[in-house]
């Protein structure tokens, strides 16, 4: 278990897959380090890997959207990434490199411990949720396990290809909102 700086420096210099090798740079998660919603996607993409920043470009650009939907800001989240580097030709990245890099993504659930975590598309959801997830089928589903509430919404990058899918992920927003309010309504009943 590391401090947060010393997660950003050990993610920095991590050469444990062979992502190491063909990355600019490795991009450690970014946000509020209160935040009660932690994002996770899959990996970061081309223009993550050159600025080391998590969601920027176009992709990022509809993830502000659907916070804005809620009146939420980057500032209000913490976003990450199963695995911290680029897969070249932004391809899948391996089983053996997300098992490779889950550790990273472990720390950083510890020591945030945000109620909810929002897997963005399929390879997060099934990293998380469930190995069988299909995110057209089952986005905005929840579960509950060790403590946190978990769904899943499309991938801002898969709204660009398919932006009919932009309504879904702002109603799965909208119930993001509503499982934080009843998590603290349970917590404060008064
Ligand atoms: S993807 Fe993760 S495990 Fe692989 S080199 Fe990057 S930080 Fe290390």
């Not at 897959?17 to 380090?33: E, I, T």
């Amino acid at each position: 278990m590391y401090t947060w700086d010393e997660l950003q420096i050990k993610i920095k210099q991590c050469d444990r897959c062979p992502l190491a090798r063909s990355r600019q740079q490795a991009v450690p998660g970014r946000g509020n380090r209160k935040a009660k919603i932690m994002l996770v996607a899959e990996a970061p993409g081309s223009q993550e890997d050159q600025q080391g920043i998590p969601f920027v470009g176009p992709a990022g650009r509809v993830l502000d959207l659907l916070l804005a939907s809620v009146q939420l800001r980057r500032q209000d989240v913490y976003m990450t990434n199963v695995v911290k580097c680029h897969p070249p030709g932004n391809g899948d990245p391996t089983p053996e490199a997300q098992e490779a890099c889950l550790p990273f993504l472990r720390c950083e659930t510890l020591l945030l411990q945000p109620p909810v975590i929002v897997c963005l598309g399929r390879i997060a959801a099934q990293r998380l949720i469930d190995p069988q997830f299909k995110i057209s089928r089952q986005h905005g589903s929840w579960v509950h396990r060790k403590g946190y509430w978990m769904t899943a919404v499309y991938h801002p990058a898969a709204i660009l290809r398919d932006p009919a899918r932009l309504e879904d992920a702002k109603q799965d927003f909208q119930a993001v909102l509503a499982k934080l309010r009843e998590i603290e309504e349970a917590q404060y009943p008064l």
